[in-house]
């Protein structure tokens, strides 16, 4: 504001010791045009009166007093009701106004007078508390002339708000949140993570401006991390003060992630105090305000931060302390979500845990029987301090075990104190040493020497690359060597999680991948069953696009058939606060060539399950709100299949959506590579089993080589009783050219130009081939409801003359010109000799002429 403007108003502050000197600052104030509001009245009238009758101003619930006679159609803060005829040449006690009201903010409003004059405003705070300024109405207030105003006016005014501030607050005007850090490139997006946060008290969040007013059509996010998964997120709502009946507008919500689109815990709006406590190891805390309401009696939010370690995950889930707004109010949400917090409060709040969640040294944990389990987290905090730290992983003789370290610190020099994962299982000695007889670390397939520190997390607040390790049997070794003697400061310590994988039912497992497993025709199970991994330990450290594949490799005698059963409901970028907005999400459109999955933004946006060739070929893709009724979707493949799970936005707390799918390897031969050296054949398609299901699919890419070792001419008659477009199913024929890498691994024929192509609707037709193209490649490929059903018959002339021996020949024009450059060659050869011979000069001219007439 212009130091002309301030002078002209007058205000005076001045400070109540002698050691804390006055600080003056201005800052913007966010109104709308009916700014000329009063701060504390709700409505001039329909209330009952302090001294009688029915019809006084209506004052706000927190800390307004009505003014009584002298204006009855006010309110003011209480502790200034005094001065509601007059609000001029006055004092405002920090601490009076503290103990009236129980608000160290409030509103000044100048009465309008006649200049030159003036009003005076002493601001007075408590010790270690400083004044603070929001001017946002001027009216007439004159001109300065360097000394005294000397203008004439008829009506001048001014607002603002005053805020008695800690002087503790060293980061500007308004309050500032502390033990946070501010995520680059935002508006007012902030975070917090536990290892920021150690005391109590030490990280406080707030909405901007506060304690003053708050800005208009703003949304701040706060994200709160974790780096262990035993720790849980308190917040603690000293004071919520928003808008009444604006809940659609003005609101908090707290989500079980990092993202807008996680699943909802909690909201929260109008006025209450409220205590949140949930497990990380991400929550995402949304602050939402809409455009200005009068009156201006709301401020935000203030709040403190807590993580809780090692807490007792058997208690019950924590509730929110104070109640919730009626679910009718809350019209920001979704039907969806309304619903949710409808049905179980409290299932929101649980932390999904299992008979691993404890795991600490000297346990044993097998993964079959009854009590056992196949998957969990381990910490070795979680039991009493030993030097040597032991934990046994024993699966079933199919299993293979994977254990990934979250946090660790190991602080003895010279790898004194050291980790080891270790192949098999292995007992230790007092000393550490193993009772076998191998030397340490020589079956170690991880090995981490001290010192050394790991965190889950980088400085800002992303989860690191995971450290892994897959075994290559059934069990494993977890060994922790630490100092003879430690403090808590000191204490070293491995947390993780493990999972055992059964490779016979779940295929083979990738360790370079967060989630990949390959099913082989010959070695699997012929039919089996696949899902969504819902509760996986190993995850804990994901927060970003999830992608879990299964491939399904048939043998060549084989085809296989996955058929998706269960699906629920998949979230898409459609919904409100999504990372990714824009027109509409993602829908499934299913027609004779498959299920595709539509959308405005990229398919990685949104979560889906689709099915792809071994090509990469999409051949069916399922997302948004599917109907059931469309199910189950099959797809039967003579070539490598691979079915894609993806969450477009993971987080452990919020696991995607659920999936159930079933597979089979069939024995059938009927497509595939093939070779044929005979002179005439006939290939004819045969029928298969089918579901009976709307969307059931079939996919072929057949290759059939039709081979001669004597030069022919080549007939080929394909005929089909089918009425299909060439998109759905076609054959074309290619020249040979060569062998090459298949999809599948191993060589497969190569086509190389293309001859013909025939469509089902052509009925019937015979493709004769140029004379010589010995070699020919025939291509099914199909993508349909329907099984292709076709006949292929050759038929070749052939001259016996000419016997072939050695590969397939080459393209035609490349044969017939080595064949002819071969027959100069010799006939040269012949004529040289022969004039060599005879040496005559005619027998030379004759030469001459017959390589001018083989050039020419």
């Not at 305000?289 to 709040?303: M, R, T």
């Not at 979500?337 to 409290?346: F, G, I, Q, V, Y």
């Not at 995850?539 to 629920?568: G, K, Y």
């Amino acid at each position: 504001m212009p130091a002309r403007t301030m002078r002209a108003v007058a205000v005076l502050l001045t400070a109540a010791c002698a050691a804390v000197s006055a600080q003056i600052a201005w800052t913007p104030i966010f109104l709308d045009a009916s700014s000329q509001v009063d701060l504390w009245t709700q409505s001039s009238s329909g209330c009952a009166c302090p001294g009688g009758g029915e019809d006084c101003a209506c004052c706000v619930r927190d800390g307004a007093c009505p003014c009584g006679d002298v204006a009855p159609t006010r309110c003011s803060q209480c502790g200034l009701e005094q001065y509601c005829s007059n609000m001029c040449n006055i004092t405002i006690d920090s601490r009076v106004l503290k103990n009236k009201s129980g608000k160290t903010f409030g509103q000044i409003k100048s009465p309008s007078i006649e200049g030159p004059g003036a009003c005076s405003y002493v601001l007075q705070p408590d010790a270690g508390q400083r004044v603070e300024i929001q001017l946002y109405r001027l009216v007439s207030v004159g001109r300065f002339n360097g000394s005294r105003i000397t203008e004439k006016t008829i009506r001048s005014q001014f607002l603002a708000f005053f805020s008695f501030t800690s002087l503790s607050n060293t980061q500007g005007v308004g309050f500032h949140p502390r033990g946070g850090s501010r995520i680059p490139h935002t508006d007012c997006d902030w975070l917090y993570q536990d290892v920021s946060c150690r005391g109590s008290g030490t990280c406080v969040l707030a909405s901007p401006g506060y304690p003053g007013l708050y800005p208009p059509h703003r949304r701040c996010r706060y994200l709160f991390a974790t780096n262990s998964v035993h720790t849980r997120v308190k917040i603690i709502f000293t004071s919520i003060m928003l808008p009444r009946n604006h809940c659609a507008t003005d609101y908090l919500t707290l989500r079980a992630g990092s993202s807008p689109s996680a699943s909802l815990l909690a909201s929260l709006c109008s006025e209450r105090i409220a205590t949140l406590e949930q497990p990380g190891p991400n929550l995402l805390l949304e602050f939402n305000s809409g455009p200005l309401v009068p009156p201006y009696d709301y401020n935000g939010f203030i709040a403190k931060l807590e993580f809780l370690e090692k807490i007792d995950t058997s208690a019950p889930p924590p509730t929110v302390a104070a109640a919730s707004p009626p679910l009718a109010a809350l019209t920001h949400l979704t039907h969806g979500e309304r619903n949710a917090l409808a049905e179980n409060d409290a299932a929101a709040n649980e932390i999904s845990t299992n008979k691993g969640g404890h795991i600490g040294c000297g346990a044993t944990v097998r993964g079959y029987g009854a009590g056992g389990i196949r998957s969990g987290h381990f910490d070795t905090r979680t039991t009493a301090w030993r030097s040597q730290c032991v934990i046994h992983l024993v699966g079933i003789p199919t299993d293979v075990v994977q254990v990934s370290l979250f946090n660790y610190n190991i602080r003895l020099q010279s790898c004194r104190s050291h980790i080891e994962i270790l192949e098999g299982l292995h007992e230790f000695g007092a000393r550490g040493e193993r009772g076998d007889r191998f030397e340490r670390g020589d079956r170690a397939l991880l090995r981490v020497c001290g010192p050394s520190v790991r965190e889950a997390r980088d400085p800002s607040g992303r989860f690191l690359f995971r450290q892994a390790v897959t075994s290559k049997g059934s069990n494993l070794t977890l060994l922790v060597r630490r100092a003879t003697t430690q403090s808590v400061d000191e204490e070293e310590f491995v947390d993780g999680a493990f999972a055992f994988y059964d490779e016979q039912h779940e295929g083979t497992v990738s360790p370079d991948a967060t989630c990949a497993s390959t099913h082989y025709g010959l070695a699997s199970p012929a039919h089996g069953g696949v899902s969504a991994p819902s509760h996986h330990h190993m995850f804990w450290n994901i927060e970003e696009r999830l992608m879990c594949t299964h491939r399904f490799i048939p043998a060549s005698n084989q085809s296989v058939t996955i058929e998706i059963q269960h699906l629920d409901r998949m979230w898409s970028a459609e919904q409100t606060g999504s990372v990714v907005t824009g027109a509409g999400g993602c829908r499934t459109a299913c027609g004779d060539a498959g299920c595709e999955c539509r959308a405005a933004t990229p398919l990685q946006h949104h979560d889906h399950v689709a099915l792809v060739a071994g090509d990469g070929t999409h051949l069916s893709c399922l997302c948004g709100d599917f109907q059931a009724a469309w199910l189950p979707v099959v797809v039967r493949s003579w070539t490598s299949l691979r079915l894609e799970y993806s969450v477009a936005h993971y987080t452990y707390a919020s696991r995607g959506f659920d999936y159930a799918a079933a597979y089979s390897f069939n024995d059938d031969a009927m497509c595939g590579q093939r070779t044929y050296t005979t002179h005439s054949g006939e290939i004819s398609s045969r029928n298969v089993s089918v579901t009976g299901s709307l969307n059931e699919f079939f996919y072929q890419q057949c290759t059939w080589v039709l081979d001669s070792n004597v030069e022919r001419q080549l007939y080929i008659d394909i005929s089909s009783e089918q009425d299909k477009s060439c998109s759905s199913w076609n054959i074309t024929l290619h020249e040979w050219s060569g062998m090459g890498a298949h999809s599948d691994g191993g060589l497969a024929a190569s086509a190389g130009d293309l001859l013909y192509t025939f469509c089902a609707r052509q009925k019937n037709h015979t493709f004769t081939l140029p004379w010589r193209l010995n070699t020919v490649v025939i291509r099914l490929v199909a993508l349909s409801r329907q099984q292709p059903l076709y006949t292929i018959r050759w038929r070749s002339q052939v001259v016996r003359a000419n016997n072939r021996l050695g590969p397939p020949t080459p393209v035609p024009a490349a044969s017939a010109k080595a064949s002819r450059f071969d027959h100069m060659i010799i006939n040269y050869l012949l004529l040289f000799l022969l004039c060599g011979f005879i040496a005559s000069e005619y027998c030379c001219y004759k030469m001459t002429l017959f390589a001018l007439g083989e050039r020419f």
